[in-house]
């Protein structure tokens, strides 16, 4: 079992993606959270994919995208500290990644399918870390932060978006 991080390993900006993350085992929520937002993403049309809710807000397609990316980059800073490395890392800014990304050219499909992987070595990464390894911690953008931390950021940062998307996107 992967506990839930004290407010202590993680900057306070992420306490809303944290709180978000229902009690359980993680590694089965990461894993159920994938098709939860398979299903709620299924039946949307190609074309309704770029859809924006709003001026300058990203499309159904962006979102996925960035959920993509954030995992990517939240599992990279887990597995660097995870391996007690003690460089200090970068933050990201989100909207240039979405910007410069490729999500117009990509079909929903394909990007809900790179999702599925994406977050398929997420858990494979996370089930294969020794149990101290959720303990350590290190610098990311100038704030201390803990294994443990990034594995609940990455599930309850998908949960965020998943809600903006049933009920800003999709009506639900």
């Not at 929520?29 to 299924?42: M, S």
């Not at 990007?111 to 959720?134: D, G, K, N, Q, W």
């Not at 950021?153 to 998943?162: C, D, P, T």
Request: contains cysteine; aromatic residues 8%.
């Amino acid at each position: 079992m992967i506990r839930v991080p004290d407010p202590a390993e993680y900057a306070p900006f992420y306490k809303t993606y944290i709180s978000l993350v229902p009690a359980g085992n993680l590694l089965t929520i990461l894993d159920d959270q994938c098709e939860k937002t398979r299903f709620l993403l299924a039946n949307v049309d190609e074309g309704d994919a770029d859809n924006r809710y709003g001026p300058d807000k990203w499309s159904v397609k962006e979102v996925v995208g960035h959920i993509i990316d954030t995992e990517r980059i939240m599992a990279y800073r887990a597995l660097r500290v995870s391996r007690n490395d003690t460089t200090p890392l970068p933050g990201f800014e989100q909207d240039d990644f979405v910007r410069s990304g490729p999500y117009a050219n990509c079909e929903l499909t394909s990007l809900l399918e790179e999702f599925h992987c994406v977050r398929r070595s997420t858990i494979l990464m996370f089930s294969h870390m020794l149990p101290e390894a959720f303990d350590r911690g290190g610098t990311v953008d100038n704030k201390r932060i803990t294994v443990r931390a990034l594995a609940h950021i990455i599930a309850g940062h998908e949960i965020h978006h998943r809600q903006i998307l049933r009920e800003r996107y999709l009506g639900r």
